[in-house]
């Protein structure tokens, strides 16, 4: 315990000394340990395959698919986007601070701990490190003790290949881990069970380092009636390759249970047991295509799900477990309680809970009466379930029509939510949750604006109104002393409007139809709102800056005038139309200047 306390202090105080030299800033440092993790895992990919088959029975093929080629493809994409990423970005500063301008400055956090599953022991080990080597961290990377072989591995070959003095490998189990944990990090990246990650938390709390959670929960399945019998087939074919095909549902994003339609369950039951016979055979344990559990902890723990009587009864396809190959082939079951282990517990293993619905659309309830899930895949055409979905929802992710895939979309982040856990990574994302983006105000010395300063006076307030109303224009005319003016030459303007409309009332009265005009809008009612407008013209320049002082005051006046004079014009050719058209552009006005108080 004593040694390995020490050998933890040792390796972080040399960490250290290497980030401050600031080797790992360096843009082509950054590149060469990337290019050389790439060369690792090609020169050592046959034996991290017998590793993977060693620690959990994975077929090369998977092993490549799950492991080693989504690794090469996320170190080609960091490689790619390296230069943009680490680009200072611009921040839009506002005009009032001219000639000042901003940035964001992405800088390294430190020296960064990260945690590694068992289940995929290499890409979920190396795939986090990527991000952090990206964004100029050192790193100690502690994998997981329950795939003993691929821990190896990695330790003999990353002090082979990668600095040395800032990426350091330490192996062991918990005892070692919590030495870790008593130390400060500046990152600490988590991949497990929530029970595990709460502790990690708490360990973290202490130092007040930030933490990145990647756990897992129950993701469900909501298969919808489809209609096209091959789309169901398809459907059918995703959700058994995305709950036994990734390390035979040990995977945090694997399908955990399935909701379908009770009317349409026994199509898909029967759908499930033919693909999964077409897949894995009629017997998977001698396919070789289907990875085994663990360890034998982990057997029994997926076998005590299946003891519960009640849950046994409800198997409808498999039931076979060998203890001693640590082998369990496919199980599908058929609404088993609700309330028991298998349907409260995530699952993480060979075994499908299928549950029935009287509606597809009791799905939505059904989830979000259960933690958040890391995701929610759904087989559906009915574009407003899906909105339905994305809306009264909540977890990391939702995939449509599809399983697992977007794992290794480099253009979508990857974390969850809630007890799913949280913190992001895969590509653009995983070089941001190692990076602190440092804002920078890059300010001068001219223009000085003296209203932020003491003493204050009511020229000050007004000019702080309008500068966090970003009121340019009214900012201008205060420092001019100009506002004023600008409400005398409103008031000026609506009185000659206001004379030429007397005049025009004048005129109507002559007119058949006067009568009814005067009804209408009769000049007692005009009169009053304007005067009253200008009464209030006082308080609108108090609660107002120049843009709706001019609206409603120097604009408002103009468009009265224009009104006005146009009226006089056509009055000259033809009375009767000039005031039908007079009265809809009275209307009109009023509408588009509301707050005028022109009526």
Known sequence: MEAMSEIADYTLRELRETFRSGGTRSV??????????????????????????QDLGKHPIEAYRDEVGVLIKSINYALSNLDKWVAPKKGKLPLLLFPARGELVPEPLGVVLIFASWNYPISLALEPVIGAIAAGNTVVLKPSDQSPACSSIIAKTIPEYMDPKAIRIIEGGAQISEILLQHKWDKIFFTGSPQVGRAVMTAAAKHLTPVTLELGGKCPVILDSLSNPSDLKVAIKRIVSGKWGPCSGQACIGVDYMLVEEKFAPTVIELLKKTIKKFYTESPKDANCIARIVNKKHFQRVQNLLEEPLVEASIVHGGSLDEEKLFIEPIVLLNPPLDSAIMNEEIFGPLLPVITLKNIQ?????????PKPLTIYAFTKDE????????????????????????????????GVGSSGFGRYHGKFSFDTFSHEKAVFQGGFFPELEPRYPPWNNFKMKFLRLAYDLDYFGLVLLLLGLKRLCRLMGLLIRFVAMAILLHLLKFFQGVSNSELLLKRSSFSSIS???????????????????????????LGGLDLLILASSSLVLLQSSPRTSIHIWLFRFKTLASIHPSSNLL
């Open 28 to 53: 082509a440092w950054r590149k060469t340990q990337l290019s050389a993790l790439r060369e690792l895992i090609r020169d050592n990919e046959e034996k991290i395959f017998e590793a993977l088959y």
């Open 362 to 370: 009791e799905s939505i309830e059904f989830i979000n009466t259960r």
């Open 384 to 415: 407003n379930f899906k909105k339905k979905i994305l809306s009264e929802t909540s977890s990391g992710g939702v995939t449509f029509n599809d399983v697992l895939v977007q794992f290794i979309c480099d253009a979508l982040p990857f974390g």
């Open 528 to 554: 009053s709102s304007f005067f009253q407008g200008v009464r209030n013209s006082e308080l609108l320049l108090k609660r107002s800056s120049f843009s709706s002082i001019s609206s409603s005051g120097l």
